[in-house]
C-alpha cells in the first residue's frame, strides 16, 4: 500500500516537473527570438545611419544582447536613445 501511494507521488511530481521545463524552455526561446530579432534590427539601423553620414551607432556585444533579449524592440530603442544622449 505505501508503494501504490509512493508511485502516485512520484508520477505527480513528475508531471509538474515536465509541466515547468516545457513553460520554461518557452521562456527561453522568446529570449532568444527578440534578441536575435533585436540584433539584426540593431545592425541593419546601424547600417542605415551610416549611410545618412550619422555618427550614432551601437555596439553589438553581450550587453545589447542581453538589453534586447530582455526588452525587445523596446530595447533597441532604448540602447540607440542612449547613444544620442551621450552625442548631445
Not at 545592425?43 to 549611410?51: A, G, P, T, V
Not at 545618412?52 to 533579449?69: E, Q, Y
Request: charged share 10%.
Amino acid at each position: 500500500m505505501d508503494y501504490g501511494i509512493i508511485a502516485i507521488v512520484a508520477i505527480c511530481a513528475l508531471v509538474l516537473l515536465i509541466g515547468t521545463l516545457k513553460q520554461k524552455s518557452r521562456i527561453v526561446f522568446q529570449f532568444l527570438m527578440r534578441a536575435s530579432v533585436g540584433l539584426v534590427c540593431i545592425y541593419f539601423f546601424n547600417d542605415f545611419l551610416k549611410s545618412k553620414d550619422i555618427s550614432i551607432s551601437v555596439g553589438l556585444n553581450p550587453i545589447s544582447f542581453l538589453t534586447v533579449g530582455s526588452l525587445g524592440i523596446s530595447g533597441v530603442a532604448l540602447l540607440y536613445g542612449i547613444m544620442l544622449y551621450r552625442t548631445l
